[in-house]
């Protein structure tokens, strides 16, 4: 019995925001004629609409997959990745073997140097929805396909506090916290008066019960990182984030083994070769895998891997329209070292009519959505702001 791969379509996806992510722009900051701006306060270059792009398979039989990729800059790159490369290798092959498949995706560029970037990206889009229409196929949902169920909903901790200053910043920390938030991440990039102060002022105001922790946002020396976070462990921070340069692995681990909080790390790596050094040289004790980077199969081979060093699992969100992070709260539902999920609620609540389904986050907590496959659907709504990818 088998199900052939009959199509694989790609689609760009471009939601105008008035407020980008993480905020206003700070001053000396400008959106350039492609759309795109840099944050002074991490180097790093960030749209100013919410972009992605999403993968649609189709099987012999009729069943559909969808999934998305990460795809913030240049999202014509994995667009093109998918319908001129990996579409077409994977026409005839059987839906219900989405492991296999990726795995032999991957081969076809590792020994030319594309192990990880944009080719991975599109790589993560595509298993999604293979993983989806394979699911679907079954009649289950993705998480009985991983595993099984564990978590039916996940913890949620609020992430980015989008407002220009530090007193609105710890304004809408408090708003959350108040809708049954237990947690929240404050971003270096946007912390305009030191994240020590930062820390400070969110510890005063939130009180001991809720947990605060810091995204670094790659900025720091070692020696300069943990002298930061010792500062901010004095206000008992939950965890620190991406402390130093992605690839200072030296650095990761001296970081680690001097701190008394938590390091988290792992949004920017794709694959399990990324984090297999970082694991052996326990570079962190909290992973933070992105979906959208890694696909289902490498984020399961990554957390699997990880629980056997006994680090903490808390998922990434990144900015698309939540077919991934369908995907990710299906992937993170069997693991038993999930501690709970990121949410970027600037970009999961505005853009959850872009879905159908019942995944929802209310009072603290992700519900994962029903149904089979990944639970989620592009609704009608998102045809306004999406184009099929035609191959150049
Ligand atoms: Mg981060």
């Known amino acids: 019995m088998s199900d052939a791969i009959s199509s694989v379509e790609a689609f760009i996806v ?20 492609r759309g795109y701006f840099i944050r002074r306060g991490n180097r790093s270059v960030y749209p100013a609409t919410d972009t992605s792009v999403l993968v649609k398979v189709t099987t012999a039989s009729g069943a559909v997959g969808w999934g998305e990729s990460y795809a913030i800059v240049a999202p014509g790159a994995v667009a093109e990745i998918v319908t001129d490369l990996l579409g077409p290798l994977c026409i005839g092959r059987d839906a219900r073997d989405p492991v296999p498949l990726h795995e032999d995706l991957y081969d076809t560029m590792r020994v030319r140097g594309f192990v990880s970037g944009y080719f991975v990206d599109a790589l993560a889009g595509l298993d999604i929805a293979v993983w989806d229409a394979a699911a679907r196929l079954a009649g289950l949902p993705l998480c009985r396909m991983l595993g099984g169920l564990r978590h039916d909903s996940l913890p949620a901790y609020v992430s980015g506090l989008p407002k220009p200053t530090l007193a609105e910043r710890v304004d809408l920390a408090l708003e959350w916290a108040g809708r049954g938030y237990e947690a929240v991440k404050f971003a270096a990039a946007v912390a305009d008066e030191g994240e020590e102060t930062e820390m400070a002022a969110l510890r005063r105001a939130l009180g001991p019960g809720i947990r605060i922790a810091c995204d670094m946002h790659w900025k720091y020396t070692a020696l300069a990182a943990t002298r930061l976070i010792d500062r901010m ?107 709970g999920h990121e949410y970027q609620h600037s970009i999961f609540d505005r853009n959850l009519r872009f879905v159908d389904g019942d995944m929802a986050c209310e009072g603290g907590r992700y519900r994962l959505p029903s149904g089979p496959g990944i639970g989620v659907a592009p609704s009608a709504e998102v045809w306004r702001y999406a184009r099929q990818h035609e191959p150049a």
Request: contains cysteine.
């Open 233 to 339: 462990h004095a206000h008992d921070l939950w965890f620190a984030e991406a402390p130093v340069a992605p690839e200072d692995i030296e650095g990761q681990r001296e970081v680690a083994a001097k701190a008394r909080t938590s390091i988290a790390m792992g949004e920017e790596w794709r694959t399990a070769f990324e984090y297999r050094p970082r694991l052996i040289g326990r570079c962190m004790d909290v992973i933070q895998p992105e979906m959208a980077h890694t696909g289902v199969t490498e984020f399961m081979k990554i957390s699997r891997m990880a629980e056997a060093f006994h680090c903490r699992i808390i998922p990434h969100a990144s900015i698309g329209i939540g077919i991934f992070q369908a995907a990710s709260l299906h992937a993170s539902a069997p693991l038993q070292n999930c501690d």
């Open 14 to 33: 471009v939601i105008p925001r008035d407020v980008p992510y993480l905020g206003p722009l700070r001053s000396g900051e400008a959106i350039n004629e």
